[in-house]
Each structure stands twice: as C-alpha cells, then as structure tokens.
T-cell receptor, first 110, second 118 residues
Framework: GEDVEQSLFLSVREGDSSVINCTYT??????LYWYKQEPGAGLQLLTY?????DMKQDQRLTVLLNKKDKHLSLRIADTQTGDSAIYFC??????????FGTGTKLQVIP | GAVVSQHPSRVICKSGTSVKIECRSL??????MFWYRQFPKQSLMLMAT?????????EQGVEKDKFLINHASLTLSTLTVTSAHPEDSSFYIC??????????????FGPGTRLTVL
C-alpha cells in the first residue's frame, strides 16, 4: 500500500511563510490533498492538486508537486496564529482509497 | 462545500456496553462513506468503506463483528462499537463521497466523535 510521510512538527513566526513537506510512495494517486485539523475537530479540506499538475495556488496556499521525486509541499504565505493546526497530506481519489500522511503540527509564534 | 455531521460529538460509556455513532451527509447524497479512527498524535487509520445498500469492506486487522457498519440510505451511515473496552477509546471520524461533480473525488469529513470507554 501507499506510504505517506511528513515531518512531525514545524514552528514559524507570525507573518513568515510556512512550508510543509510530504513524500509518498505510490505514484498512481489521482489526486493529492492537503487537510487541516484543528484541536478536537474533524478534517477540513484545504486544497488538492490533480496528479498531472505541478503547481496550484489558492490565495495564501501554494501546492507544489514533484512527481519525479514523489514530493508534495504546501506553502502558507503570511502565516497567522489561526493557521496553527495539524496538516495532513493525502493521496488517492475517485475509486482509490485515500491514504493519509502522519500529519505535521504547525505552531505559529506571535 | 458539502456538510457532514456526526452524532454524538462526545460519548463516555462503561466497558461492555455498545455505542452507536451516526454520520450524515446533510446536503448531498453520499454513495460511499468511510470510517476512520485516529489515535492521539497519530494519523487517520481507515477502518472500513461502506457503499449504500451493501456490506461494508473492512481494512485488514479491523474486527467486523466489533465495529458494525450500516449504510442504509444515501445520507446516513452508522458505526456501532459493540462490547466496548477501554482500548476502543479513540477519535472516530467519518467521511462521505458524493455521486457527481467535484464531490465524486472529494471526501467530506465529519467533525468526529470522541469515544471514552471507562
């Protein structure tokens, strides 16, 4: 099955950019997703990228996909304290099972 | 986006009792619903996939007799934890996938249910 790895923790200062990285093993995923989970809450889909795209920008969020290296990243510009949460990358979509990464806890320092 | 609700949001029960968790898609029809379990400080583990009107498909290592899943309609799936024990304490999250459009490839997640078994 798919393995999806993320670094466990990231700390940034408010106003700086955050970059959360993810590596995966299965290149057959149709979609690659980024989800946000706030404490005690469910998952919120932030953005997704189709597997034949290299980049997608959505307001403060930029997703980069390097298919050769099987590497996905999420950049959050002008990070705010409200961005503090756990971020999960995931791969799959359609009839494929969605596999989640281990999650990265983002801490934003005021 | 589409809304998925879960009920209850939090439940505490005694060991040996059964607990039912409901997952509803509020404004779309969900042909497929997924049940996940999340351990503290860990990622989500898929427990089972249920398609409306058919039996759920369980992931390896998940006891189907312990975690009963019913998906009787296009808007409701239930997870029943039977004879719950303290090791079943966890955060259970459901998600739903719709029939057409973007919702076909997107899973919409519920807010989760925190189960504590004493």
């Amino acid at each position: 099955g798919e393995d999806v790895e993320q670094s466990l923790f990231l700390s940034v200062r408010e106003g700086d950019s955050s970059v959360i990285n993810c590596t995966y093993t299965d290149s057959s995923s149709t979609y690659l997703y980024w989800y946000k989970q706030e404490p005690g809450a469910g998952l919120q889909l932030l953005t997704y990228i189709f597997s034949n795209m290299d980049m997608k920008q959505d307001q403060r969020l930029t997703v980069l996909l390097n298919k050769k290296d099987k590497h996905l990243s999420l950049r959050i510009a002008d990070t705010q304290t409200g961005d503090s949460a756990i971020y999960f990358c995931a791969g799959g979509g359609g009839y494929q099972k969605v596999t989640f990464g281990t999650g990265t806890k983002l801490q934003v320092i005021p | 986006g589409a809304v998925v609700s879960q009920h209850p949001s939090r439940v505490i029960c005694k060991s040996g009792t059964s607990v039912k968790i409901e997952c509803r898609s509020l404004d779309f029809q969900a042909t497929t619903m997924f049940w996940y379990r999340q351990f503290p400080k860990q990622s989500l583990m898929l427990m089972a996939t249920s398609n409306e009107g058919s039996k759920a498909t369980y992931e390896q290592g998940v006891e189907k007799d312990k975690f009963l899943i019913n998906h009787a309609s296009l808007t409701l799936s239930t997870l029943t934890v039977t004879s719950a024990h303290p090791e079943d304490s966890s955060f259970y999250i459901c998600s739903a996938r719709g029939m057409t459009g973007l919702s076909y490839n997107e899973q919409f997640f519920g807010p989760g249910t925190r189960l504590t078994v004493l």
